[in-house]
């Protein structure tokens, strides 16, 4: 290795070292946390933030229901089963860090509804839910619109349970 390379590494190095124990400093100067504290630290569990994200999803009118095509047909079998449930997590991933969240959401949007303002409220409904309940700043939620449900299409499956069989 050249000497001018050995300069510039060892530069870079000590510019990265710098940044490091001046952003640690101010986080350690910065109490404005609720996570961590002088008490302890608090860890929120990536599980917590889906719930969160996805119950604060759901509140929200013009979204149908949430997760892809595969998603939906298998939550749809788990309610069936007797004594199974909504998983309130259904098409939600998130990352959870020290600090920050990051949410990602795929939805199935009623007819008529217009999806750029329908996005926009969810985003703002997980934002404002997640960051009350957890302390964590959320950097962003990505909306995902997999489909449009119809009315129509449910008035189809009603039909096709109603109708008689046309030979006795």
């Known amino acids: 290795m050249s000497d001018s390379s050995n300069k510039q590494n060892n530069c870079s190095k000590g510019s990265k070292d710098l940044a490091k124990s001046q952003s640690s400093s101010v986080a350690q100067s910065d109490n404005s ?3 961590q504290t002088e008490h302890g630290q608090t860890v929120v ?7 969160i994200a996805g119950m604060a999803a759901r509140e ?3 979204v149908h229901d949430l997760g892809g095509g595969t998603a939906r047909m298998v939550g749809a079998l788990r309610e069936r089963i007797p ?5 309130v997590q259904q098409g ?3 990352e959870v860090g020290d600090r920050q969240a990051a949410v990602d959401i795929s939805i199935v949007a009623e007819y008529g509804v217009a999806i750029h303002e329908l996005a926009e409220a969810i985003r703002k409904n997980i934002i404002v839910s997640v960051e009350a309940m957890t302390g964590l700043e959320v ?6 619109v997999h489909d449009v449900h119809l009315d129509i299409d449910d008035d189809d499956e009603d039909d096709d349970e109603q109708e008689q069989p046309r030979v006795q």
């Open 83 to 87: 004594g199974g449930r909504v998983n």
């Open 45 to 51: 569990a990536d599980t917590v933030v889906s719930k």
């Open 60 to 62: 929200v009118s013009g």
């Open 139 to 144: 950097t962003e939620v990505n909306v995902t």
């Open 33 to 35: 946390s609720a996570l």
């Open 92 to 94: 939600i991933s998130v």
